[in-house]
């Protein structure tokens, strides 16, 4: 851990009158697991999206691997996106229509990476999240905890250097939680820098770092030295 990944430079955010994210300095550094918390509102999404360049800021800078962002380039910013970020929302997104292994072997193959490598890479992936003999399933056919975790898996398939889940527990049970907790808190072992939305006080303490968000502004910090 160490030099920064993404960087935010007094960012601010208006959505019509509303400013849902003001003044925030934000360092994400390689390696760390941030964990974000606050009140719904708060702008806690809005912020991942900015870090996620899904979205821009109204007002001032953001840099990926010290690289300033420059937001009207669209080609450059997916490129990033595609490549470096990896989503996990709290609703999974996965097409009703294929099986597992498809959902999470289709980013593989919208980027270019070959049939057969992207479907065995999709299988290594859902082996790695304890889906292993499940490829075949249809969403439909796994449960809530399993439908996420096909959804972490698809946000690996690019190998990305950071994930940024947002409430990814959020329409979980407890051993749900737990087992997609573990999950991240294994892929950040591994060196994957990870941001993640919670509301939950007890997941956000195992993080590195945990900043608080009140009113679009960052109003506790605290550092928690090492995860467990
Ligand atoms: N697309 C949007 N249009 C209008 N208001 C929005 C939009 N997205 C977010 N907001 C507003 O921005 C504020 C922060 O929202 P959000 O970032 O989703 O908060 P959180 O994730 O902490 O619940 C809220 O007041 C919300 O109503
Ligand atoms: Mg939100």
Same mark, same amino acid.
């Given at each position: 851990?160490?030099?920064?990944?993404?960087? *935010?430079?007094?960012? !601010? /955010?208006?959505?019509? #009158?509303? &400013?849902?994210?003001?003044?925030?300095?934000?360092?994400? %550094?390689? =390696?760390?697991?941030?964990?974000?918390?606050?009140?719904?509102?708060?702008?806690?999404?809005?912020?991942?999206?900015?870090?996620?360049?899904?979205?821009?800021?109204?007002?001032?800078?953001? *840099?990926?691997?010290? !690289? /300033?962002?420059?937001? #009207?380039? &669209?080609?450059?910013?997916?490129?990033?996106?595609?490549? %470096?970020? =990896?989503?996990?929302?709290?609703?999974?997104?996965?097409?009703?229509?294929?099986?597992?292994?498809?959902?999470?072997?289709?980013?593989?193959?919208?980027?270019?990476?070959?049939?057969?490598?992207?479907?065995?890479?999709?299988?290594?992936?859902?082996?790695?999240?304890?889906?292993?003999?499940?490829?075949?399933?249809?969403?439909?056919?796994?449960?809530?905890?399993?439908?996420?975790?096909?959804?972490?898996?698809?946000?690996?398939?690019?190998?990305?250097?950071?994930?940024?889940?947002?409430?990814?527990?959020?329409?979980?049970?407890?051993?749900?939680?737990?087992?997609?907790?573990?999950?991240?808190?294994?892929?950040?072992?591994?060196?994957?820098?990870?941001?993640?939305?919670?509301?939950?006080?007890?997941?956000?303490?195992?993080?590195?770092?945990?900043?608080?968000?009140?009113?679009?502004?960052?109003?506790?910090?605290?550092?928690?030295?090492?995860?467990?």
């Amino acid at each position: 851990m160490g030099e920064a990944l993404i960087s *935010l430079r007094k960012v !601010s /955010k208006r959505i019509g #009158s509303e &400013e849902v994210l003001k003044d925030i300095n934000l360092e994400v %550094k390689r =390696g760390e697991f941030l964990s974000i918390t606050g009140a719904s509102g708060s702008g806690k999404s809005s912020l991942l999206y900015i870090m996620g360049l899904l979205d821009k800021p109204s007002e001032g800078e953001v *840099l990926f691997e010290n !690289s /300033k962002i420059n937001f #009207s380039d &669209e080609r450059e910013i997916s490129r990033i996106r595609n490549r %470096k970020v =990896g989503f996990v929302f709290q609703f999974h997104y996965l097409l009703p229509e294929f099986s597992a292994l498809e959902n999470v072997a289709l980013p593989m193959l919208k980027g270019g990476v070959g049939k057969r490598e992207a479907f065995e890479r999709a299988r290594e992936l859902l082996e790695k999240v304890g889906l292993g003999g499940k490829e075949g399933r249809r969403p439909y056919q796994l449960s809530g905890g399993e439908q996420q975790r096909v959804s972490i898996a698809r946000a690996l398939a690019n190998e990305p250097l950071v994930i940024l889940a947002d409430e990814p527990t959020g329409n979980l049970d407890s051993k749900n939680t737990e087992v997609v907790m573990e999950i991240f808190m294994k892929l950040n072992s591994e060196g994957r820098t990870v941001v993640m939305v919670t509301h939950e006080e007890n997941l956000a303490r195992r993080a590195h770092r945990r900043i608080e968000l009140k009113d679009g502004r960052i109003f506790h910090e605290e550092l928690q030295g090492l995860h467990g």
